[in-house]
């Protein structure tokens, strides 16, 4: 089956780091940009990062910019987001997709920043 | 950052309307927009990129056309499956960005 699965999410204090992962599996994950999309309560889709095939190019939103890191290993199907110095508005369901125009979704991850 | 703008933001229609919901964009990004459907709880699902490209596996119901700044997904003979939220995504230049959403709500 194609599909991608996010992991990692969880509760964590302001100004703590959390790491989230997702692998993909049933399509060849080395030849597809990757990118993170997030989704606060209540609130509309947002594009966080993305990560060229080769992990070299990497992009961010502003608002993530030096606290999120993206990286992927294509050896182990897999893509991660390093997110440090986190803040209370980046509670969000953290969504795995591929593509530089996403084509497939992950079910999301919930990260919860809150005291 | 490229802002884009769907209309409306909600609409109500019946089982078996035809829908129409455009996206504009502050300045040009050529044909790089792609829409999505997003139900409560789920994984948004990729239904055309590319402007009017169907993805892999999405009823013919859906179609999108626009070039430049303006864009349009319609959506044929509405059933009960389609009631959910629209963003359009232009993928275009960095950063990448979403519209609001369009909540699209059985009459």
Redesign the interface.
Do not use: L, V
């Given at each position: 089956e194609v599909q991608v699965v996010e992991s990692g999410g969880g509760l964590v204090p302001p100004g703590g780091s959390l790491r989230l992962s997702c692998e993909g599996s049933g399509f060849t994950f080395g030849l597809f940009w990757m990118t993170w999309v997030r989704q606060a309560p209540g609130k509309g889709l947002e594009w966080v990062a993305n990560i060229k095939h080769d992990g070299i190019e990497k992009n961010y939103v502003d608002s993530v910019k030096g606290r999120f890191t993206i990286s992927r290993d294509n050896a182990k199907n897999s893509l991660s987001l390093q997110m440090n110095s986190l803040r209370v508005d980046d509670t969000a369901v953290y969504y795995c997709t591929r593509g530089a125009a996403p084509s497939l979704w992950g079910q999301g991850t919930l990260v919860t920043v809150s005291s | 950052d490229i802002q884009m703008t769907q209309s409306p933001s909600s609409l109500s229609a019946s089982v078996g309307d035809r829908v129409t919901i455009t996206c504009r964009a502050s300045q040009g990004i050529s044909n790089?927009l792609?829409w999505?459907q997003?139900k409560p709880g789920?994984?948004?699902?990729?239904l055309i990129?590319?402007a009017s490209n169907l993805?892999i596996g999405v009823p013919s119901k859906f179609s999108g056309s626009g070039s430049g700044t303006y864009f349009t997904l319609t959506i044929t003979s509405l059933q009960p499956e389609d009631f959910a939220t629209y963003?359009c995504?232009q993928?275009n230049s960095?950063?990448?960005?979403?519209?609001?959403?369009t909540k699209l709500e059985i009459k």
């Open positions: - | 790089s792609a999505f997003h789920k994984a948004p699902e990729s990129y590319g993805q963003y995504h993928y960095y950063p990448y960005t979403f519209g609001q959403g």
